[in-house]
């Protein structure tokens, strides 16, 4: 059975409410949804004017509200008024070097919009079943070779990370507090913590990210800039993680083993397929046709160096594995730059077609 027949079993006609719908991420999941025939509606702020949400006519996948994720009022009133079966919380702000320059806002949005968000399903009496998105990053990264396992210690040197950390925190808390998985009978709802490593796919235009970096540079013809050319990244397409996640969802759903599944998972490549920047920016360049780069010293904040991820949970008891190495996900989403920015092929078209061959 193909995994789009699988999956669609789950979501089929079931209402789906997506927080940080306009966001990358949220943009491809909405999508991906839309194909197994859910009926979603998404909560997030306004999307960028260059963004994939735009580029794909979002619109048109969802009932949108544009909302901050902080008014607690407001996202209490959307999401009772929809009364999803399947939540996906997305909305955050997710960027290390944009937590320097807004901790503040960062901890607002990513551990007061998460517990805002919980509060509200809390006072729902519908049964629901609850993905939170989290990062790797939550980990207390030693840089070391070790991958992190779920059950390892969390922290965060950057505010960005330690807002994650801390959202984690809160989460449990809020679990053990107000839905044990012992009495799910009582209060019927299931959450799962999910984490995953670097994403990368077509359609990132956001500041400060490696990929819409390079794909600037090569639409401009000029040097591409590399910051850390050594850091290692856990690289994966963005379509790896949201299937996971996806998976997670249609588990809790089941309501077997709600003890199983309503925990925290890492999705990331397999162990030998982690590949520093400049690997990643030499691929880039052999698969654009043409282009150059140059390693630079930029005075910044702290930025880990090493982070690697153990999924040997999701492939042991989901079943999970990466549908593309590293090369292939590096592959896959730079011909989707080409084919959108130099063949001018549409967005959406594009999207559906890379969504189609993950889905079977």
Request: charged share 25%.
């Amino acid at each position: 059975m193909e995994l789009k027949d699988i999956l669609s079993k789950s979501y089929k006609n079931k209402k789906v409410f997506v927080t940080g719908h306009t966001g990358f991420k949220g943009a491809w999941l909405i999508l991906l949804l839309h194909k197994l025939g859910a009926e979603v509606k998404g909560y997030a702020l306004q999307p960028e004017e260059r963004s994939l949400y735009n580029d794909v006519s979002g619109d048109n996948f969802c009932e949108s509200i544009i909302g901050d994720i902080r008014d607690q009022s407001n996202l209490i009133k959307e999401l009772h008024a929809f009364q999803p079966d399947f939540v996906f919380h997305l909305a955050a702000q997710p960027l290390v070097l944009a937590s320097y320059e807004h901790p503040v806002y960062t901890y607002e949005t990513n551990v007061m919009g998460t517990m805002y968000l919980l509060d509200a399903i809390r006072q729902m009496e519908k049964k629901c079943h609850v993905v939170m998105i989290t990062t790797d990053k939550v980990y207390e990264n030693k840089e070391w070779l070790y991958p992190y396992r779920e059950t390892d210690r969390l922290g965060g040197f950057d505010p960005y990370s330690s807002s994650k950390a801390s959202s984690e925190i809160a989460i449990a808390s809020f679990i053990k507090s107000f839905f044990p998985v012992e009495q799910y009978n009582q209060h019927q709802k299931a959450v799962a913590v999910v984490r995953a490593g670097n994403v990368i796919g077509g359609g990132d235009w956001a500041t400060n990210r490696i990929i819409p970096d390079i794909v600037k540079a090569l639409s401009n013809e000029e040097t591409i800039k590399v910051r850390n050319p050594r850091a290692v990244r856990p690289w994966q397409h963005v379509l790896e993680a949201l299937i996971g996640y996806l998976q997670i969802g249609k588990k809790l759903s089941e309501e077997n083993d709600i003890a199983v599944w309503a925990s925290a998972w890492n999705f990331g490549p397999l162990y030998d397929e982690f590949v520093d920047v400049e690997t990643l920016v030499q691929s880039a360049v052999e698969i654009w046709g043409s282009g150059n780069y140059e390693a630079v010293e930029v005075k910044q904040p702290h930025e880990a160096k090493l982070l690697r991820l153990d999924c040997s949970k999701a492939s042991n008891l989901l079943g999970w594995q990466p549908q593309k190495n590293a090369s292939e996900a590096i592959n896959f989403t730079i011909q989707w730059y080409k084919a959108v920015l130099q063949e001018k092929v549409p967005a959406s078209h594009y999207t559906n077609q890379q969504i189609d061959e993950y889905l079977g």
